[in-house]
């Protein structure tokens, strides 16, 4: 498996960590202010599973990368029975060859995430983490850090950061692939990252690349307004490439801005625009992949 721009090392082992959800997708065909004043509205509703950490997983499997482990939890009850969405994800894993690092969580069911479009133009994401927010006290297990330690990157969910003692033993994942030279990306996410992680900016130079929405890279590296002009985001990302191999930046779901190192600077549609409802979600987090393995 090739290495993307600005990558030396080629991805034959990833390691990837993020939740497991049930997402629960719908689509309403009327603007929000009007079906929330209507108060009910008939629609259909389906269900999958999905979670960025299973997303990226299973889209690693499918550009043929040769080892992919997935580091997360669902839920189980004290027998170490699993819940139907912890126990379909699990039957997933093993059917697509991805290493399960799951964990078993039995404080709490596997995650939920209520997705609903209006009329194509505005959406409304409802998330419970559920076991995704819960580790173990002792850390990672020997067989999750030898998975680390032996791969040639690690993919790293915005939303595995979002609890302390959570984000603590994903930086010991990091540390420990770092050791082997691996590629460290993260997926930044809307929210504030920097008032749940300690030392954030420290953290932050521990990888190598990042995706982002325009508006937190802004917060994270510059100052003033989130930019809107084509030259005011492209000073923007070079500004958060400093020390990193790729910088990724996203002013809208339908155009990114790819800069990395060796100088090559473009942007490009994602066709989010022209996917269904049912389509959009993951789009984004597949794209990220495929930029880090050099498919993009």
């Known amino acids: 498996m090739r290495s993307g721009p600005g990558i030396q090392k080629p991805i034959n ?111 409304l994401l409802l998330a419970q983490p559920g076991a995704n927010q819960l580790v173990d006290r002792e850390g990672p297990s020997r067989t999750v850090l030898d998975f680390a330690q032996t791969s040639d990157a690690l993919f790293i969910s915005g939303y595995s950061l979002i609890d302390s003692a959570r984000a603590e033993q994903v930086m010991t994942l990091v540390s420990a692939a770092k050791r082997n030279g691996a590629t460290i990306a993260l997926d930044l996410v809307p929210h504030r990252l920097e008032d749940h992680v300690d030392n954030f900016e420290r953290v932050l130079g521990e990888f190598d690349v990042i995706f982002g929405e325009a508006a937190t890279i802004q917060r994270l590296y510059g100052v003033g307004p989130v930019p809107t ?53 993951g789009s984004l987090d597949r794209r990220s992949l495929r930029y880090l393995t050099g498919l993009q």
């Open 13 to 123: 082992r990833l390691l990837v960590v993020g939740d497991v959800m049930l997402d629960v997708v719908g689509h309403i065909g009327l603007p929000a202010t009007e079906a929330c004043a209507a108060g009910h509205v008939a629609t259909d509703l389906g269900t999958r599973l999905g979670g960025t950490g299973l997303v990226v997983a299973l889209e690693a499997r499918k550009i043929n990368i040769p080892e992919v482990g997935l580091w997360g939890s669902v839920g189980c009850d004290p027998s170490q029975r699993l819940d139907p969405a912890g126990d379909a994800a699990v039957t997933i894993l093993a059917r697509e060859r991805i290493h399960d690092l799951l964990r078993r969580e039995e404080r709490a069911p596997t995650g939920t995430a209520v997705c609903i479009d209006f009329k194509g133009e505005e959406r």
């Open 229 to 281: 002009s084509p030259n005011e985001l492209r000073e923007l990302a070079t500004r958060a490439l400093r020390n990193k191999a790729m910088v990724v930046l996203r002013p809208s779901n339908e155009v990114e801005l790819f800069v990395s190192r060796h100088d090559d600077l473009r942007w490009v549609n994602t066709g989010y625009e022209a996917l269904t409802p049912a389509e959009r979600p």
